[in-house]
């Protein structure tokens, strides 16, 4: 049987962090499973962001002007 408390160690979440609650097992379980892990989410916004910053510099060195996020 699948414990919550390993799920939240898989994702990297603090102790407790859902397993804590007072909450059936399989409440808590569906919280995890529609939950974002944190390391992934950080990763994908830093990679997001270089992308913006590759964009904006590509059109600021074809326009010569300043670029803009718009």
Avoid at 45 to 61: E, G
């Amino acid at each position: 049987m699948l414990a919550s408390a390993f799920v939240e160690h898989l994702m990297g979440l603090p102790q407790g962090w859902i397993s804590d609650l007072p909450l059936p097992r399989t409440a808590k379980l569906r919280a995890l499973g529609n939950g974002v892990v944190p390391a992934q989410a950080a990763y994908a916004v830093s990679l997001m962001l270089t992308d913006l910053a590759a964009l904006l510099a590509d059109r600021y060195s074809q326009d010569g002007r300043k670029a803009t996020a718009a």
